[in-house]
């Protein structure tokens, strides 16, 4: 049954209940009589000009309380006991109590319902009033089971009844699918920088592979380089050799048949091979020089070898030369600078040391020279 503190029962109810307090509120033999007296009617205009009922929706309709069926019950035995002149002292207390925690209830509630309470003129006026209760509550005889009520059960009832009718449910709802999105960002990043570590290191084994395979195929032309010497220094050597056979022959031949001639009774015909001796001497002249000309293209492809064999194992000592060069700079400048003068300079081929054909055939021409004089 509802509660409505402005209809007829309450309003006569709460009109006796001024009586009493205002009975009472003067006197101490009773100390918990007098305050609630004092506080009932300190607070009654408050009450009259407030309507509690319609932002106390909850206090006016708890079952716990079953305010109606108290107000009537207690004002049927107090009116009959006055009528007859029999004790009411008792009753008076009763009324009192149960007077002062109805308006206790409805403060509580009215105290969590009411916006911005602290900043109006009825707050302190409120305060008190409830203060009463939460400090007497053992004094209590009839109606400390709804103070107790009040103070430690009605508030979380309150609470939780705005809860259920307030939008907060949606913003909770709404707060777990943003915390559902959030947990999949969260994933979404892990698994993002475990992939963008991933692409790191295969990027680093990427310039790692890229900075060997740039050394694999520097050794590589060394090595196709280093081939074709071995190819040119054979066709030296048998240049050389085919030239030094001729040479060793030569003379060979003319020693052989000047024996030959001596031995068959030919000697008379000595004289004659005079006239040869000019041109097998220009012949062994000439196959003297390109047999040395022969020895210093085998030594210079022999030189390029070794130079090109030095190389390919520097090739193989040396890595990760573009990123660490700056630190072997710092660390061992000469001898780096010494490593890149090997590795990129020139080959060396003592073209300069070998004669020209040019050059032979003018120092022939001035040893025929001398010869005339």
């Given at each position: 049954m509802v509660l409505d503190l402005n209809d007829e029962v309450s309003e006569e109810f709460f009109?006796?209940?001024?009586?009493?307090?205002?009975?009472?509120?003067?006197?101490?033999?009773?100390?918990?009589?007098?305050?609630?007296?004092?506080?009932?009617?300190?607070?009654?205009?408050?009450?009259?000009?407030?309507?509690?009922?319609?932002?106390?929706?909850?206090?006016?309709?708890?079952?716990?309380?079953?305010?109606?069926?108290?107000?009537?019950?207690?004002?049927?035995?107090?009116?009959?006991?006055?009528?007859?002149?029999?004790?009411?002292?008792?009753?008076?207390?009763?009324?009192?109590?149960?007077?002062?925690?109805?308006?206790?209830?409805?403060?509580?509630?009215?105290?969590?319902?009411?916006?911005?309470?602290?900043?109006?003129?009825?707050?302190?006026?409120?305060?008190?009033?409830?203060?009463?209760?939460?400090?007497?509550?053992?004094?209590?005889?009839?109606?400390?089971?709804?103070?107790?009520?009040?103070?430690?059960?009605?508030?979380?009832?309150?609470?939780?009844?705005?809860?259920?009718?307030?939008?907060?449910?949606?913003?909770?709802?709404?707060?777990?699918?943003?915390?559902?999105?959030?947990?999949?960002?969260?994933?979404?990043?892990?698994?993002?920088?475990?992939?963008?570590?991933?692409?790191?290191?295969?990027?680093?084994?990427?310039?790692?592979?890229?900075?060997?395979?740039?050394?694999?195929?520097?050794?590589?032309?060394?090595?196709?380089?280093?081939?074709?010497?071995?190819?040119e220094l054979k066709e030296r050597r048998e240049g050389y050799s085919q030239f030094g056979a001729t040479l060793v022959c030569v003379p060979l031949a003319v020693i052989i048949a000047i024996i030959i001639l001596i031995l068959t009774g030919y000697e008379a015909k000595l004289a004659s091979m005079w006239f040869l001796a000019i041109p097998i001497t220009t012949l062994i002249l000439f196959l003297f020089y390109f047999t040395r000309v022969g020895l210093q293209h085998v030594r210079s492809v022999q030189s390029q070898m070794m130079q090109l064999e030095l190389r390919m194992a520097l090739c193989q000592f040396i890595h990760n030369y573009a990123e660490d060069s700056e630190k072997l700079h710092a660390k061992n400048k000469a001898g780096f600078e010494k490593f890149e003068n090997i590795i990129f300079s020139p080959l060396v081929s003592s073209d300069d040391k070998i004669p020209t054909t040019f050059d032979g055939i003018e120092q022939l021409a001035k040893l025929v020279s001398e010869f005339r004089r």
């Open positions: 009109k006796e209940i001024r009586k009493i307090a205002k009975k009472y509120s003067s006197g101490f033999e009773n100390e918990l009589r007098g305050a609630l007296s004092e506080q009932i009617l300190k607070i009654r205009a408050f009450v009259e000009s407030e309507s509690l009922n319609e932002i106390c929706t909850y206090v006016s309709v708890l079952p716990v309380f079953d305010f109606k069926h108290q107000l009537m019950n207690y004002m049927t035995r107090y009116l009959g006991a006055k009528k007859f002149d029999e004790n009411i002292d008792d009753l008076e207390n009763q009324l009192l109590e149960l007077a002062y925690s109805i308006i206790f209830a409805y403060l509580t509630e009215y105290k969590l319902r009411k916006p911005n309470l602290e900043k109006m003129e009825a707050y302190e006026l409120i305060e008190n009033y409830l203060n009463v209760g939460r400090w007497k509550i053992n004094n209590f005889k009839y109606a400390g089971d709804k103070i107790s009520y009040s103070i430690y059960h009605l508030i979380f009832n309150i609470i939780e009844d705005r809860y259920k009718k307030s939008q907060l449910i949606q913003a909770e709802e709404k707060f777990q699918i943003i915390d559902n999105f959030i947990s999949k960002v969260d994933e979404w990043n892990e698994s993002f920088e475990l992939k963008h570590k991933a692409v790191l290191d295969l990027e680093k084994q990427l310039e790692e592979s890229k900075q060997t395979y740039d050394f694999v195929l520097l050794n590589k032309g060394f090595k196709e380089l280093y081939e074709q010497k071995k190819l």
